[in-house]
Each structure stands twice: as C-alpha cells, then as structure tokens.
C-alpha cells in the first residue's frame, strides 16, 4: 500500500478560490476584509512567512499590510501600535508575528489584540471560547489540519487519535478539535512512557514537535492517517518533518508531505479567519 498523498498545495488554491469569491461578495456590500501584521525585527523567516501572508491575501481581493518595526522597537511601542490597528475601523484582522525581541512579552501582546480582531486565533478569550464549544477564531493550523482531514474525506468519529506535542499553537487546539468530531484523543509529550505503543494504536496520528524523524514506520499501523506538522530546516536549509516519509508513505492510509503539507493551509486559514473576522463585525452571515 501507498498513502493517498494528502497535497497542501493543491487542497489550499481551491479553497481560496473559494474565500476569493466570498471576498467578491462582499465587495458588492462595500466591505474589503483588510489584514494587517505587525513584524518585529528582522528575522528572515519571518520577513517571509509575513510576505507569504501579505501576497496570498491580495490574490484573493484583500487589503494587507505589513507594519514593519525595528528591532529595538520599545515594548510599549508596540503595544501602542496595536492599539492603534485595534481602533482602526479599515482593519478586519490583526496578527502579530512571533518571535518578538527579548524586549517584548509575547504574552503581553498577544493579550492586548482586541479579540474581534484576532485571526491567530491565540488570545485567551478565543482559547476560551474554543473550549467551551462556541464560535471562535480557531487557531491557523489546526483549523488547517482539520479541513486537510475534512477535505481528503477521512472519518474521524471513533477514531483513535494520538497529537504528539501539547502546545498551545498546535497541539492542545487541534486535539479539542479533534475531540469535537468525536475522536478518542491521546496527546503525547516528553514525559510519555511508552510512545511507540500509544502510537502504534492510533488511527490518526498528528505530530507537531520540531524532531525530524521521530515517526518512523516502525511506529505506525497500516492505514493510518499521517498528518506531520514538523518544519525544521536541516544543515541545508531544507525543510525536515516530524515523519520518516518515504518509509511511512508505504504503509500510512494517508500522509501529508514537508514542505507543502500543513504549511500552504496554516495561511489560508489565516485568510479564512480575517474574511470570517470582516463578516462578524458587519454583521453577515
């Protein structure tokens, strides 16, 4: 058996023609959904995935924004930029690009973006919400997991899940997600006893610990679904997943490839959640 090849790429290009059309919609109304990202610093990482965000948002009708500030830039005066995009009537959707300098608590900012407006998904009020069941905005890629998951058809009530890694980004979100679609959860951190075991049960397993490798095909059952969040550049520069993938491919039900896997639908749920932000606050269905 080869795994169906669950293809990011693909998957995301038609779903924002979707938000594409939505976006159009909403034009007609007289409402441009507008994204803007603050960017801290000069991280060449992030300078790109900012640009990545920036250019996918106007290829399907948006207004984006890149409010650039340098490196040494005052705790305070970030925050007073926020506030000021937090006022902002044009502004449908605010993120804040991490890593921040030392200088600036991440905590700090993340809690000072006007919820309404946050489409990370990461304000304590969202992460509340989410876990009482109640619309929210949904954390990037879990909510990119999932729709990878609804798009490939893969059943999940009943199913065995194991998330490798407890992070408030990744791996607690997408297990209550997963959990609302009736799945039976396990998450795996440092401290489990007895990883290859839980693994070796699962029907779904997602990993999202920055370890090349540590999913091998030894630890994983015939049919499973493989979703690998991992994304560490090797000495290279080449990106590495969490998933052994050329051994795993030939055994998984499904897997999903580094690059061009989870990657392509983090920024579309991105684009997901600014439309969904700019339709909540004009009242739109």
Do not use: W
């Amino acid at each position: 058996m080869v795994a169906k090849i669950l293809d990011g790429k693909q998957i995301a290009k038609d779903y924002r023609q979707g938000l594409k059309d939505q976006v159009e919609a909403l034009q007609t109304k007289g409402y441009t959904p507008k994204l803007s990202v603050i960017l801290v610093g000069n991280d060449g990482a992030s300078q790109s995935y900012v640009n990545s965000k920036k250019k996918a948002a106007e290829k399907i009708g948006m207004i984006s924004e890149i409010v650039h500030l340098d490196e040494s830039t005052s705790e305070e005066d970030v925050l007073k930029e926020l506030t000021r995009l937090n006022e902002d009537d044009s502004v449908s959707g605010i993120l804040v690009q991490v890593p921040l300098p030392d200088q600036v608590s991440e905590q700090k900012i993340l809690e000072a973006i006007n919820p309404a407006k946050d489409v990370d998904g990461f304000h304590p009020e969202n992460i509340g919400k989410l876990y009482i069941d109640e619309q929210t905005f949904v954390p990037c890629t879990p909510l990119g997991i999932m729709e990878l998951l609804n798009h490939a058809d893969i059943d999940i009530e009943g199913k065995d899940a194991v998330v490798i890694g407890r992070s408030h980004i990744v791996g607690q979100p997408v297990s209550k997600l997963l959990l609302q679609k009736n799945a039976s959860v396990t998450i795996l951190h440092s401290r489990t006893k007895d990883m290859q075991q839980h693994l070796k049960n699962a029907d779904i397993i997602v990993s999202a610990v920055g370890r090349p490798g540590i999913v091998s095909k030894d630890d994983v059952k015939p049919g499973a679904v493989v979703i690998d969040v991992g994304n560490t550049p090797d000495e290279n520069g080449k990106l590495k997943g969490d998933v052994d993938y050329e051994e795993v491919k030939q055994i998984a039900g499904a897997i999903t490839p580094v690059p061009g896997g989870v990657g392509p639908m983090t920024i579309t749920m991105v684009l997901n959640n600014t439309l969904l932000a700019e339709k909540m606050r004009r009242g739109i269905e």
